[in-house]
């Protein structure tokens, strides 16, 4: 009798108040799309075609690095956000030409892809990955530039425009935005495409060599057939042929943990704008900071809760944030002093949120404020 009235009181919660876990879920369904944009990837496969098509007629191998394209899309609306199950953060492809990697036992991570052919990405024998990056976003500019709209089988018309974001040292990631032009008001709507080219290999024909790291590098990979080698630069003191042998720990998912990975996306960019915070209230840059910020990380994975996928991903923002933030203050000066300001605020958020969530307690009304939904 005892015991149940323990039971009772532990799940006993107060009048306007839920359980955080609960809570999170709940915000996280603010970020559904709406029924009339259910059919956004139609308009994202469209946009794929005649951006392929243009690219190609400047050089044939986009034809075939820009295969996957669709699978790096993101639709939104707001802060209502959406990708297909087989989203990925790699732009994954094949040269049209043969291409060897050559491992090095005494650098594992520094890897040289073999290609004795003649190409502009090629340089004295080897695919250059600074030669790729750079050609892509010359001829992405001009072709989109070119292009300047899309009208979609949906009956709407996009608006292309073309950006990058530089990743600590290591290169820039990709993005093309088609933006709804609407002759009346409301929240557009907007496809995005974020990625980072990475050259895919068969572990038949190409095995990796024993010395080469295991673990999260390679465990996540989409398959036991293929693995993917990304396109940066880990040791530009060398040369410029490095690549990267890292894979994501967010790649090759397509279940519920791509979804719960869509949810926390969500969550983050509702607490971003919700806030204020620069650093998250663009799905450019939020995305895109995966890249670099989860790419040592050992603690994001998607076998974690959703709540606490959150937590984590809030928490890697918030220090490397507040890092950031404290190396522009030590180095300008009060010029910087709005640097510091967000990053504090969003130190502050987290700490608060976190509470909560240890408490697996929140009243409803300060979990709407914390992710800014009046």
């Known amino acids: ?51 392929t098509e ?6 044939v191998v986009y034809k075939y690095m820009l295969k996957h394209l669709l699978a790096t899309a993101t639709f939104y609306r707001g802060s209502k956000i959406d990708f297909p199950l087989d989203f990925e953060q790699y732009l994954r492809f094949r040269m049209p030409f043969p291409v060897t990697p050559v491992f090095n036992s005494s650098q594992p991570g520094y890897i040289n892809l073999l290609a004795p052919t003649s190409h502009p990405m090629v340089s ?10 750079l050609l892509l976003r010359g001829n992405l500019r001009d072709a989109i530039r070119r292009l300047d709209a899309i009208r979609c089988p949906s009956g709407l ?7 990058t974001h530089e ?5 820039f990631v990709h993005e093309i935005l088609g933006c709804e032009k609407r002759v009346s008001g409301g929240m557009p709507s907007v496809v995005s495409f974020v990625f980072l080219p990475a050259l895919e290999f068969s572990f038949a024909e190409h095995p990796l060599p024993t010395f080469v790291p295991s673990g999260p590098a390679w465990s996540h990979c989409c398959s036991s057939t293929f693995y993917w080698l990304a396109l940066f630069q880990v040791y530009p003191h060398f040369d410029r042929r490095s690549f990267c042998p890292y894979v994501p720990r967010m790649q090759g998912i397509q279940d519920e943990r791509m979804i719960k990975y869509r949810n926390v996306l969500r969550l983050l960019l509702r607490i971003g704008t919700g806030n204020n915070i620069p650093d998250m209230s663009d799905i450019f840059v939020l995305k895109g900071l995966h890249f670099y910020r989860l790419r040592y990380n050992a603690n994001c994975d998607c076998n974690l ?54 408490m697996n307690c929140i009243p409803v009304e300060h979990l709407k404020h914390l992710f800014g939904i009046i």
């Open 1 to 51: 009798m005892e015991q149940g009235k323990l039971k009772e009181a532990v799940l006993y919660l107060p009048e306007g108040h839920v359980f955080f876990h609960e809570g999170i879920k709940l915000i996280s369904d603010y970020g559904e799309i709406d029924d009339c944009d259910a059919d956004w990837l139609v308009d994202a496969e469209a946009i794929c075609q005649v951006l």
């Open 54 to 59: 243009a690219m190609a007629e400047k050089d």
């Open 124 to 133: 004295n024998g080897y695919v250059n990955p600074e030669s790729v990056q």
């Open 157 to 163: 018309q996009y608006k292309l425009s073309y950006r």
């Open 167 to 171: 990743i600590g040292d290591q290169g």
């Open 305 to 358: 809760s959703l709540p606490t996928l959150f937590i984590e991903l809030l928490g890697i923002h918030r220090e490397i944030t507040y890092n950031e933030a404290l190396q522009r203050f030590v180095t300008f000066g009060g010029q910087q002093a709005h640097w510091m300001g967000d990053a504090t605020r969003l130190y502050s958020i987290t700490r608060n949120v976190a509470m909560f969530y240890y």
